[in-house]
């Protein structure tokens, strides 16, 4: 027994002790063990990666660094607080900020109805119809901004389509972009006349998934169609309204090109909007910082519209 | 039965007339591109406005009566904004720009974007959900807050006014990853498991396998990428400052700073840029609708 004992005790402190040292170096080796035994996916991630770290992620913690700087290509300063105060002590600001309000507030609910209703009309076509419309409605989408914004331009001249058509049912000509009674609200109404594409794209999806059984079940129970649609459909697409409004005041908060192709923010600061601000404060006036904090107020009024929604809107729907 | 039967025609009837009427809407500022792009230049501002332009009501009635001398003459006019755009102005070399432009960014985009989507939806490594979680959180982020330290960077980078400037930062964009993830996650994993069985490399597997049986995928992601680099205008803008580095969107800008009420010019401009995408989506029309839900609603 003891020469048994005897001869499996070393083994058993050996084991010990290597149990005891593998303990201590655990870490760092297995985590360059993990590593090398997935090598290949990380070299597979690698490419995306770093222009990821480079063009990303870099500038968007720069952009919080410099929004507490004044930038000078040899001189930069930290200067605390001040770009913020000077964010919110100019009255240019706020003029932006409320017409970007203004844009947001009629553009996104009339897109998402205008879309709502267009879908709603496709989707009992058929199917060489239901491409047809698609397409129309989809068509200006894939068009450059800068090719609309430079038509409805042309178009809101003084003698350009739009005034003519006024003048055949005896209106006076509007001096669409010129006044800033009008500025504002021509910008808006082009971006209602230029239709949802993608809002009518999403909800004919979203109207296609819907089980044919709930349907039959509500013309057995005598439903016509438009109770159909309010008490079925409507409630059905939830989500991707939810998701439209998102996207859509996301998107609002930051229009841009057709501000600075139609009327470059003017007359006066009539459409100045807060992305135009950005611009204009970073690459005209050249104040980086300022424009950082600008930009960072931008950011963090879209999250908290963002979070708005979702807790307004957002409800699980199963069917 | 007989009274239903008229509400519900009427409701039809009613229906092709809003969508009619709204598609009319919507591609009446496209035809007036092209309508003001091919009217005679001292039609353009005429009152009342041509709504169809001399050269498409004119040119085949006078060639077919023989008059071809007047026909060619009518042509030759109408096309004189499209050659002055050609002979004075950089255009050529604005559309090379945009289409050298987007050409790479689209393929550096997919090659890089599959690749990364491949090992994020069928690979197990440490760290995995976490990268991708930081990926995707920055999607959120609008443009403008890197507006400026992008601008500073291709400066240091010493990028500025080169076409790197705007090929490279579209190849950050993260919503490709995601797409590519999400379909290539219902590509069977026992096919990956037979191929590293019969011996292939892990390249292999992902060229030879994953690749082919992503193509829907990446036709999408391919034509949306396209697309947005194709019109993207705000950057461009910033970091290019030559004129014949110019991107079309950016040249239609500059053109029109200096043309302000040249509308022929303007729109001839405008046509040629918005002819390549026009034709893209109606040859791809399914991708760019495939592309729209997958992103969309899976989120």
Same mark, same amino acid.
């Given at each position: 027994m003891i020469f048994i004992k005897g001869q499996i005790n070393p083994t058993e402190v050996g084991s010990r002790r290597r149990l005891f040292r593998r303990k201590e170096k655990q870490p760092t080796m297995h985590l360059l063990k993990q590593i090398g035994k997935h090598k290949w996916d990380y070299l597979f991630l690698l490419p995306k990666f770093s222009v990821f770290l480079v063009f990303i992620a870099l500038p968007v913690v720069w952009a919080f660094v410099l929004s507490f700087q004044e930038y000078q290509i040899f001189d930069t300063v930290w200067v605390g607080l001040d770009n913020f105060k000077a964010v919110f002590t100019g009255d240019l600001f706020y003029k932006a900020l409320w017409n970007t309000f203004r844009y947001t507030l009629v553009v996104v609910p009339s897109q998402v109805m205008i879309a709502l209703i267009l879908a709603s009309l496709i989707n009992p076509l058929n199917r060489k119809a239901q491409t047809f419309f698609r397409a129309a409605y989809y068509l200006p989408t894939v068009t450059s901004v800068v090719v609309i914004?430079?038509?409805?331009?042309?178009?809101?001249?003084?003698? &350009?389509?739009?005034?003519?058509?006024?003048?055949?049912?005896?209106?006076?000509?509007?001096?669409?972009?010129? !006044?800033?009674?009008?500025?504002?609200?021509?910008? *808006?109404?082009?971006?209602?006349?230029?239709?949802?594409?993608?809002?009518?794209?999403?909800?004919?999806?979203?109207? #296609?998934?819907?089980?044919?059984?709930?349907?039959e079940a509500a013309r057995i129970d005598g439903a016509g169609p438009i109770t159909t649609w309010w008490r079925i459909t409507l409630p059905l697409l939830k989500p991707t309204t939810l998701y439209l409004v998102v996207l859509g005041t996301i998107g609002s908060f930051q229009v841009f090109a057709q501000v600075l192709l139609m009327t470059d923010g003017g007359p006066g600061y009539a459409t100045t909007t807060l992305v135009h601000l950005i611009y204009k404060s970073a690459f005209r006036d050249f104040e980086f910082g300022l424009a950082s904090a600008q930009a960072i107020v931008l950011f963090g009024i879209v999250l908290i519209f963002a979070f708005i929604q979702f807790k307004f809107l957002n409800t699980d729907v199963e069917y | 039965m007989n009274s239903r039967k008229i509400f519900a025609t009427g409701l039809r009837v009613m229906a092709y007339c809003i969508l009619i009427v709204w598609a009319i809407i919507a591609l009446m500022p496209l035809y007036w591109v092209f309508t003001t792009a091919l009217q005679l230049p001292d039609e353009v501002l005429s009152m009342p406005p041509k709504l169809i332009p001399t050269v498409v009501k004119k040119f085949i009635p006078l060639y077919l009566q023989g008059d071809k001398d007047q026909a060619l003459h009518i042509l030759s006019e109408s096309f004189k904004s499209v050659r002055v755009l050609f002979t004075d102005i950089g255009l050529p070399k604005w559309f090379f720009n945009s289409v050298l432009v987007s050409v790479t960014a689209t393929l550096g985009i997919l090659l890089l974007d599959s690749m990364a #989507?491949?090992?994020?939806?069928?690979?197990?490594?440490?760290?995995?959900?976490?990268?991708?979680?930081?990926? *995707?959180?920055? @999607?959120?982020? $609008?443009?403008?807050?890197?507006?400026? $330290?992008?601008?500073?960077?291709?400066?240091?980078? #010493?990028?500025?006014? !080169?076409?790197?400037?705007?090929?490279?930062?579209?190849?950050?964009?993260?919503?490709?990853?995601?797409?590519?993830?999400?379909? @290539?996650?219902?590509?069977?994993?026992? /096919?990956?498991?037979?191929?590293?069985?019969? &011996?292939?490399?892990?390249?292999?597997?992902?060229?030879?396998?994953?690749?082919?049986?992503?193509?829907?995928?990446?036709?999408?992601?391919? *034509?949306?990428?396209?697309?947005?680099?194709?019109? !993207?205008?705000?950057?461009?803008?910033?970091? /290019?400052?030559?004129?014949?580095?110019?991107? /079309?969107?950016?040249? /239609? =800008?500059?053109?029109?700073?200096?043309?302000?009420?040249?509308?022929?010019?303007?729109?001839?401009? +405008?046509? *040629?840029? +918005?002819?390549?995408?026009?034709?893209?989506?109606?040859?791809?029309?399914?991708?760019?609708?495939?592309?729209?839900?997958?992103?969309?609603? =899976?989120?």
């Open positions: 914004s430079m038509v409805w331009r042309w178009m809101y001249n003084s003698r &350009g389509l739009l005034n003519y058509i006024l003048s055949l049912v005896g209106v006076d000509a509007i001096n669409w972009l010129g !006044s800033s009674n009008w500025a504002l609200t021509s910008i *808006i109404m082009m971006a209602i006349l230029t239709p949802p594409g993608v809002g009518v794209i999403l909800y004919l999806a979203a109207m #296609g998934s819907i089980p044919e059984s709930l349907y | #989507g491949y090992v994020f939806a069928k690979k197990q490594f440490p760290g995995r959900d976490f990268l991708f979680w930081i990926m *995707i959180s920055t @999607m959120m982020i $609008p443009g403008q807050v890197t507006l400026v $330290p992008m601008f500073i960077l291709v400066t240091k980078l #010493g990028i500025k006014n !080169s076409l790197w400037s705007v090929i490279l930062p579209p190849l950050a964009m993260v919503f490709g990853v995601f797409l590519m993830r999400q379909f @290539m996650k219902t590509i069977p994993t026992e /096919l990956i498991e037979a191929a590293r069985i019969d &011996g292939a490399s892990e390249f292999k597997t992902y060229w030879k396998i994953i690749i082919p049986l992503s193509k829907p995928a990446l036709a999408t992601l391919g *034509i949306l990428t396209f697309m947005s680099v194709w019109n !993207s205008f705000l950057w461009p803008l910033i970091v /290019l400052n030559k004129s014949y580095l110019y991107t /079309l969107p950016v040249g /239609l =800008k500059t053109l029109q700073d200096k043309n302000l009420v040249n509308y022929g010019l303007l729109m001839s401009g +405008a046509a *040629i840029s +918005a002819i390549p995408m026009i034709i893209v989506f109606l040859f791809f029309q399914r991708y760019f609708i495939k592309g729209l839900t997958l992103g969309g609603l =899976k989120g």
